[in-house]
């Protein structure tokens, strides 16, 4: 088998290991945080990091990431390996070094979606202490958990999850169509 069917072969295989939430168990509203009533970005982010708490075996970090607005085009100066995409546009990202959450404009912490972005970076700010084989490997848990709060939420994620597969795998970028 070449690599490209290889590589197209083991995603289906995860995707299909690691479904998406099913819509039709939806509970919108079950689990309504403190995230709807936050009146800063610290009370939002520590209403995230409780459901985290829960979520997760990654213990809360001692101190919080620095969280900013930008514009796109401060975010794509800046943009790494775990960036957040929906729809090919990039809403947020974690830079490990500064420990600095960048969101995007624009960006509303009353709407879910946008939310979720902070919450998906969030995820990579528990995740930076640990080894990961490739940056790219985080991007799968952080939308797995994403995809779950915006479930409990009553929404969706709208992510390509054959890319998500095939980044996290970590393969060579060589992969070229026959």
């Not at 039709?24 to 009533?37: L, P, R």
């Not at 970090?61 to 975010?75: C, D, G, I």
Request: aromatic content about 8%; glycine content about 4%; some cysteine.
């Amino acid at each position: 088998m070449h690599r490209s069917s290889f590589a197209v072969a083991l995603a289906a295989a995860l995707i299909a290991f690691c479904p998406t939430l099913p819509r039709a168990e939806n509970e919108a509203g079950s689990s309504v945080a403190g995230w709807q009533h936050a009146d800063s970005m610290a009370t939002l982010v520590s209403s995230l990091d409780a459901w985290l708490d829960a979520q997760l075996d990654w213990p809360r970090r001692e101190v919080a990431p620095r969280v900013r607005l930008v514009s796109k085009w401060q975010a794509a100066a800046r943009q790494g390996a775990t960036a957040s995409f929906q729809r090919g546009r990039l809403r947020g990202l974690y830079d490990p070094d500064r420990s600095e959450i960048l969101l995007v404009h624009p960006w509303d912490p009353r709407k879910a979606v946008d939310v979720a972005v902070l919450l998906h970076e969030l995820t990579h700010h528990r995740q930076a202490p640990h080894h990961w084989y490739c940056p790219a490997a985080q991007e799968l848990p952080a939308y797995r958990l994403q995809e779950r709060w915006l479930w409990e939420q009553g929404h969706s994620l709208d992510v390509n999850w054959v890319a998500v597969v095939l980044d996290a795998g970590c393969t060579p970028r060589d992969i070229h169509p026959e």
